[in-house]
């Protein structure tokens, strides 16, 4: 190398070190983030999730919905909730469990109820896992290049509703 190409090697370094304490994703490199214990990988970082929820808060207004959404990492940790003005109070709970559910079984939560009524291989596992597994519609997987990295649940309309919204949100992802 000569040394222009070293200089322009050093730069870049420094200016992904300095988006990095800044506490920014870095593209291409997994968003590596700043933590209280050093450097981590996230898949799932605030900034996306809160792309991804203003999206779906804006086709629910548009809709005439008031929705609470909830992102959770592919480890099924949330890592946002928004619950909008005029949501029901239960929206709150139900939104967490479909994006843990969506995860947990890496399925939509409708998928799931397909395969969880009577008489079906999966009946009875609403039961399970604490009580938080949602087999109604509105809890979709969340992919990044055919990767699993979260999962989305949506409530406050009715499970058609949510279903749609679900798969509107999951549709734009990967674009986002």
């Known amino acids: ?9 050093v730069r870049e370094v420094l200016r992904r070190t300095a988006d990095i304490k800044a506490g920014q994703a870095v593209p291409g490199e997994n968003h590596l983030t700043a933590a209280n214990g050093g450097l981590i990988r996230t898949q799932m970082p605030l900034a996306l999730a809160l792309k991804l929820m203003e999206k779906i ?7 005439n919905m008031r929705v609470v959404t909830a992102v959770s990492d592919a480890s099924a940790r949330p890592v946002a909730v928004h619950c ?3 949501a029901y109070i239960g ?13 947990a079984f890496q399925m939509s939560t409708a998928q799931l109820g397909s395969l969880s009524g009577p008489g079906e291989s999966l009946y009875g ?8 597994i949602v087999i109604f519609g509105g809890g979709e997987v969340l992919r990044k ?3 699993i990295v979260g999962a989305l649940g949506v409530s406050g309309g009715t499970a058609q509703q949510d279903t749609e919204l679900a798969a509107y949100g999951r549709s734009i992802f990967e674009s986002l």
């Open 1 to 9: 190398m000569d040394k222009k190409e070293v200089e322009s090697v």
């Open 57 to 63: 808060e804006a086709k629910a207004a548009q809709w």
């Open 84 to 86: 909008m003005d005029g």
């Open 91 to 103: 929206s709150f709970d139900v939104a967490l469990n479909k994006a843990y559910t969506s995860i």
């Open 125 to 132: 596992i609403q039961f399970t896992n604490n009580g938080k």
């Open 145 to 147: 290049d055919g990767v």
